[in-house]
């Protein structure tokens, strides 16, 4: 279990976690939560199909999540391990239908995929996949 924001969650039914808008102040930093820190409404993804509304800092939700294992330090990433706009709103749009991983094969064309996908030898692999047009620079075969 992580807590985030003031929500406990269990980390194995996080499906994905999307950055919303900046939370409102409160007048008070001390009483929300921080000393001034800016915190922001992130919406969780379940994978019970639950989704939730949770307020944290963007530096709050990196340590818990790195912790959890759910996001992979900065090293370990492409080269500057950021999808573009362009790539963030097509993910976006195929997680609305369902699509809940993505991944690039060995020749460099990129999937997404309904289930966790297992990786081949030149290739990942699961029933129902979809290409993505996007170039995903921050996704390598490797991963």
């Avoid at 993804?45 to 959890?68: C, F, H, N, P």
Wanted: aromatic share 10%; charged share 25%.
């Amino acid at each position: 279990m992580i807590k985030i924001g003031d929500v406990y969650l269990d980390e194995a039914s996080i499906q994905a976690i999307m950055p919303g808008t900046s939370a409102p102040s409160c007048g008070d930093p001390a009483s929300c939560g921080g000393s001034g820190v800016e915190r922001r409404n992130y919406t969780v993804y379940l994978s019970t199909g639950k989704v939730i509304i949770v307020t944290t800092s963007d530096d709050e939700l990196q340590r818990l999540l790195t912790r959890a294992g759910l996001l992979q330090q900065p090293d370990s990433c492409a080269a500057d391990g950021q999808f573009t706009a362009d790539e963030l709103e097509e993910l976006a749009s195929v997680f609305r239908i369902g699509y809940r991983f993505a991944a690039r094969d060995h020749d460099g064309k990129v999937f997404a995929y309904k289930g966790k996908p297992i990786k081949g030898k030149y290739t990942w692999q699961h029933d129902e996949a979809k290409r993505l047009h996007c170039d995903y620079a921050a996704l390598a075969f490797e991963d």
